[in-house]
């Protein structure tokens, strides 16, 4: 029980130290705070695609249905981090670049996540049969991955982005990160990733009772 | 299970050639992707009237009617086999590489049909030219295997649920959206007067998609079949 009250605590402190800190970007200013939760949004997106192709790998060898929820889970998980990395890129966007939505090849790649996770869920409704579900949803979850990956981190390097393409060593940008900002960012990171991983069990732990409490039925 | 390589051509081939027999007989994959391929294009035709387009829009609208087509009727090579109950005869005689193998090859042969036919008309259609035909064929050629390559695995996938028709352009399009950039671009770049030089990068990624989705489709099929 203690670390979910280290972790209270210290995701508290990370929100104060957001606000009260100087911006992280001086030509933007404050809007530029918005990254400090944007990043680590955008990255839990992409673990969580990532996990749950993992799961996906490990179901297909040893067909426990354990690892088919946890692989779902992952995917809802990844949903919900990849709308608000979506929303919280579109506002930064409106403010700096003066549209919500322009195309920019972070913005594809996060709309293909997007439509990946969905996708995913359309096939689960789709599909009667614990088992059957479970494979065809393990096969796509895999099948999808290479095709994101490219889109997510070659893409974007081949095209020309007014994304910052890498915030901490970025040149043209002239972000050089204080410690500061690299701290909180660095915090943040850490923060929402073990989020993530509280959120990720207490779902398998749910998902594990509703089987137990099927099977009993 | 290991398999003997001259069995596992046999087989493909044995495959290959039962679905283009059975296609010949109704022409149902055929006619309707076809159908969908001259409406998608008509539809293009009337809403451009008589303005010409920029090559980009041009590419863009040439992919947006392949892809459909592709969606009316690259499913078909699985959806029958389940429909008809022939799937369980199919999975005790054949092992599952030479069942993707052969109908990976049909879905090649319809979709290059397509393309055939569609290709011309296009440029009758929309008045877009273009002087570097190899250039093109070779675009076209790498689009028909990537669209394949992906679709096929997605077609069995979606043979096995409820709902086929739709789901199968709702689960291709986030693997296909990949492709589809790249066939965009390099089409666009070709129809610009670019030569292989231009286009090398659009063809080396074109390239390794396609390998790569064939790949990862030989290694998943079995679990899609088995099911």
Redesign the interface.
């Known amino acids: 029980m203690i670390w979910q009250w280290v972790l209270f605590v210290a995701m508290g402190v990370l929100i104060v130290m957001s606000f009260i800190t100087p911006a992280p970007q001086q030509q933007i200013g404050e809007s530029s705070r918005i990254f400090y939760y944007h990043i680590p949004q955008a990255w839990l997106a992409v673990v969580a695609f990532a996990t749950s192709m993992i799961y996906s790998i490990r179901y297909l060898k040893r067909r426990e249905a354990s690892l088919d929820d946890r692989a779902a889970i992952a995917n809802a998980l990844g949903l919900v981090f990849a709308i608000l990395a979506t929303v919280t890129g579109a506002m930064f966007a409106k403010v700096t670049w003066g549209t919500y939505w322009n195309w920019d090849p972070r913005q594809t790649s996060i709309f293909v996540l997007l439509l990946i996770y969905g996708a995913y869920f359309s096939l689960r409704g789709a599909v009667t049969g614990d088992e059957r579900r479970a494979a065809m949803s393990a096969v796509y979850s895999i099948f999808a991955f290479p095709p994101a990956v490219f889109l997510m981190f070659v893409f974007p390097r081949l095209t020309p982005s007014l994304h910052p393409s890498d915030t901490i060593v970025d040149k043209n940008m002239k972000f050089a990160m204080t410690t500061d900002v690299a701290s909180i960012l660095f915090g943040s990171l850490v923060l929402f990733t073990v989020l993530y991983i509280w959120m990720f069990n207490l779902a398998a732990r749910v998902y594990k009772m509703e089987r137990a409490r099927r099977e009993d039925d | 299970m290991p398999v003997n390589s001259a069995g596992l051509v046999a087989k493909t081939i044995a495959v290959y050639a039962k679905d283009v027999r059975l296609e010949f007989r109704n022409r149902y994959a055929t006619s309707v992707v076809l159908m969908f391929a001259i409406t998608t294009l008509a539809m293009i035709s009337f809403s451009i009237g008589q303005g010409s387009l920029a090559p980009r829009l041009l590419a863009a609208l040439f992919w947006i009617a392949l892809f459909f087509s592709a969606m009316a009727g690259l499913s078909a090579a699985f959806v029958r086999e389940e429909e008809s109950g022939t799937a369980l005869a199919l999975r005790l005689k054949a092992d599952p590489t030479a069942v993707y193998l052969g109908k990976l090859l049909f879905n090649l042969t319809l979709l290059s049909l397509v393309t055939v036919v569609v290709t011309p008309l296009f440029f009758v259609m929309t008045d877009a030219a273009t002087d570097q035909i190899g250039a093109f064929v070779v675009v076209l050629l790498l689009g028909v295997i990537g669209l394949c390559a992906?679709t096929t695995?997605?077609g069995a996938?979606?043979s096995?649920?409820?709902?086929k028709g739709a789901?199968f352009s709702?689960?291709s399009?986030?693997?296909?959206?990949?492709?589809l950039?790249m066939l965009v671009a390099a089409t666009a770049r070709v129809l610009d007067g670019q030569s292989f030089g231009g286009i090398l990068?659009e063809l080396q990624?074109l390239f390794a998609?396609s390998v790569?989705?064939i790949t990862?489709?030989l290694m998943?099929f079995r679990?899609?079949w088995r099911?």
């Open positions: 992906a695995l997605v996938i979606i096995k649920a409820a709902v789901l709702v689960l399009f986030p693997i296909l959206i990949t492709l950039l990068m990624g998609y790569v989705m990862a489709s998943l679990f899609v099911e």
